[in-house]
């Protein structure tokens, strides 16, 4: 119940988590291991060693139907880990409860002939790492891609319809020279189109290998067979179902699975790590939008609409604030500092294994939970912004000393002696009118051409390529 939970992420912000709950929960965990454990028996009892043995019919389609379980499925795995099931006694063992459920529906299926190849050579951490790492491909590629892109459009359209809007830039929090305040928020588009490209090469690895890595009860038992092609088939075989993203902007599924030969129990995780690096990195740079994003609001640059009902301060009735930007803030540096703990952590493993992953590995869906809900706030709130656009105008009109740089970067291409100087002298720590810059171009022995530069310029035309930039920025993503 929402409101009995101890974590937010299942109570305050379910709605915005639940998407997660087919990738990360308990239930799901046990699909994956499910889907792992019968798409390795089909593979194994096709085998021709295997198809000389078994004599009866096998239904690979009955075998395929196990995967999807219900929650009275997901309860009896429980009941076979924790109390015993149907005279079976507890297991204590997540797995091992996995592979009695499968021989249970196996046995009602009349299929018992192939009870004993289930989980056959196997070691616990062949199913698991294999169900985390198809878990984390399909939570990025189906969920969490997808609402990253959602913002990146979102951006992408803020950043092209203001183009060509005159902003004053602030370097060390003082004016600085003008840009557009399109181009500043294609900074941010660019930035997150990078994450995803390198996101895009990052293949997650997974291994299939027995006990300690070498294959050992495969071989020792079936000696004359090819293992190491066996398991990089079959992993090589869960990329078959990925289809391409149907966005405007990426028409790709970022990542893909790939067969590990070489690791002790454990597949060693550095691939996993990739990914949440990757995701850490979107998150701060989102963090870095909404900080600006914020300032904007503050300064009057972003105006929000006022939602009807909704109360800004307990106290001060006519508070509109920006709630949702310091929301995505807070949940995106909890979520990074999960991934940070993953990357610390998950690297490391004592001999061949130790079991301090484990309990780790199930925290994964909170790091991309709190990810969702910055996202989600962070789409709320650029839902309800509308950029003021003669206020940021006012704001650079009443701020002419930018022009310094302009000025006298032309007067040096025009042989005026110590140009730079001259400026500082008009300018630093004073108020400054752009009449002043008109008097020294007047009083200038330049020529009239230079003089009409000068004169024509201003801080609302002295924006460059801004606008060109933003033009010319392609935004889809290969």
Same mark, same amino acid.
């Given at each position: 119940?929402?409101?009995t939970?101890?974590?937010?992420?299942?109570?305050?912000?379910?709605?915005?988590?639940?998407?997660?709950? +087919?990738?990360?929960?308990?239930?799901?965990?046990?699909?994956?291991?499910?889907?792992?454990?019968?798409?390795y028996?089909?593979?194994?009892?096709?085998?021709p060693?295997?198809k000389e043995?078994?004599?009866g019919?096998?239904? =690979?389609?009955?075998?395929?139907?196990?995967?999807?379980i219900?929650?009275?499925?997901?309860?009896?795995i429980?009941?076979?880990?924790?109390?015993?099931?149907? +005279?079976t006694?507890?297991?204590?063992?997540?797995?091992?409860?996995?592979?009695?459920?499968?021989?249970?529906?196996?046995?009602?299926?009349?299929?018992? %002939?192939?009870?004993?190849?289930?989980?056959?050579? *196997?070691?616990?951490e062949?199913?698991?790492?294999?169900?985390?790492?198809?878990?984390?491909?399909?939570?990025?590629?189906? /969920?969490?891609?997808?609402?990253?892109?959602?913002?990146?459009?979102?951006?992408y359209?803020?950043?092209?319809?203001?183009?060509?809007?005159?902003m004053?830039?602030r370097?060390?929090?003082?004016?600085a020279?003008?840009?557009?305040?399109?181009?500043?928020?294609?900074?941010?588009?660019?930035?997150?189109? @990078?994450?995803?490209?390198?996101?895009?090469?990052?293949?997650?690895?997974?291994k299939?290998?027995?006990a300690t890595?070498?294959?050992?009860?495969?071989?020792?038992?079936?000696?004359?067979?090819?293992?190491?092609?066996?398991?990089? @088939?079959?992993?090589?075989?869960?990329?078959?179902?990925?289809?391409?993203?149907?966005?405007?902007?990426?028409?790709?599924?970022?990542?893909? /699975?790939?067969?590990?030969?070489?690791?002790?129990?454990?597949?060693?995780?550095?691939?996993?790590?990739?990914?949440?690096?990757?995701?850490?990195?979107?998150?701060?740079? *989102?963090i870095?939008?909404?900080?600006?994003?914020?300032?904007?609001?503050?300064?009057?640059w972003i105006?929000?609409?006022?939602? =009807?009902?909704?109360?800004?301060?307990s106290?001060?009735?006519?508070?509109?604030?920006?709630?949702?930007?310091?929301?995505?803030?807070?949940?995106?540096?909890?979520?990074?500092?999960?991934?940070?703990?993953?990357?610390?952590?998950?690297?490391?493993?004592? $001999?061949?294994?130790?079991?301090?992953d484990s309990? /780790?590995?199930?925290n994964f869906?909170v790091?991309?939970?709190?990810?969702?809900i910055?996202?989600?706030? $962070?789409?709320?709130?650029? +839902?309800?912004?509308? /950029?003021?656009a003669?206020?940021i105008?006012?704001?650079?009109?009443?701020?002419? %000393?930018?022009?310094?740089?302009?000025?006298?970067?032309?007067?040096?291409?025009?042989?005026?002696?110590?140009?730079?100087?001259?400026?500082k002298e008009?300018?630093?720590?004073?108020?400054?009118?752009?009449e002043?810059?008109?008097?020294?171009?007047?009083? $200038?022995?330049v020529?009239? @051409?230079?003089?009409?530069?000068?004169?024509?310029?201003?801080?609302?035309?002295y924006?460059?390529?801004?606008?060109?930039?933003?033009?010319?920025?392609d935004?889809k993503?290969?």
């Open positions: 119940m929402a409101l939970s101890v974590s937010p992420v299942d109570g305050r912000y379910e709605g915005k988590t639940k998407c997660l709950q +087919g990738y990360f929960s308990e239930m799901a965990l046990m699909k994956y291991r499910i889907y792992t454990e019968i798409n028996l089909i593979k194994l009892l096709d085998t060693m295997l043995r078994v004599k019919n096998v239904d =690979a389609a009955k075998l395929r139907s196990i995967i999807d219900s929650l009275e499925d997901a309860q009896i429980k009941d076979f880990e924790t109390k015993g099931y149907n +005279g006694p507890a297991t204590n063992h997540d797995v091992k409860a996995i592979e009695y459920f499968i021989k249970l529906k196996i046995k009602e299926m009349g299929m018992d %002939e192939i009870l004993e190849y289930v989980h056959f050579a *196997l070691t616990s062949d199913i698991n790492n294999i169900s985390y790492g198809l878990m984390i491909r399909d939570a990025v590629n189906e /969920v969490v891609v997808p609402e990253i892109l959602k913002i990146y459009e979102t951006l359209k803020l950043a092209y319809d203001n183009k060509d809007l005159s004053l830039a370097t060390h929090g003082q004016p020279t003008p840009v557009t305040f399109g181009k500043e928020i294609l900074v941010f588009v660019n930035r997150i189109k @990078e994450e995803l490209v390198q996101l895009g090469n990052v293949d997650i690895l997974l299939l290998n027995g890595g070498g294959f050992n009860a495969h071989n020792f038992v079936f000696p004359d067979f090819d293992w190491i092609n066996f398991s990089h @088939e079959l992993i090589n075989s869960f990329n078959d179902s990925i289809t391409p993203m149907d966005n405007a902007y990426m028409h790709t599924k970022p990542l893909k /699975v790939r067969f590990n030969p070489i690791t002790p129990q454990i597949e060693p995780h550095d691939s996993y790590l990739r990914v949440f690096d990757a995701v850490k990195r979107i998150n701060n740079i *989102l870095d939008f909404a900080m600006d994003t914020w300032r904007y609001i503050s300064d009057g105006k929000q609409r006022a939602v =009807a009902g909704e109360i800004g301060s106290a001060m009735p006519h508070k509109v604030n920006p709630i949702d930007f310091e929301n995505a803030e807070g949940n995106f540096g909890f979520a990074n500092s999960m991934f940070e703990f993953f990357v610390r952590k998950l690297c490391i493993s004592r $001999l061949q294994r130790d079991l301090t309990t /780790v590995a199930r869906g790091a991309f939970a709190h990810s969702m910055g996202y989600a706030s $962070l789409e709320k709130g650029l +839902g309800k912004i509308e /950029v003021n003669e206020k105008s006012d704001v650079l009109a009443n701020t002419p %000393e930018v022009m310094a740089e302009a000025y006298q970067n032309l007067l040096r291409m025009s042989g005026v002696d110590k140009p730079y100087e001259r400026l008009i300018t630093r720590g004073k108020k400054v009118s752009i002043d810059f008109h008097n020294l171009a007047r009083n $200038l022995d020529s009239d @051409e230079v003089k009409a530069r000068l004169l024509a310029a201003t801080p609302s035309n924006t460059g390529l801004s606008g060109k930039i933003v033009e010319q920025f935004a993503i290969n």
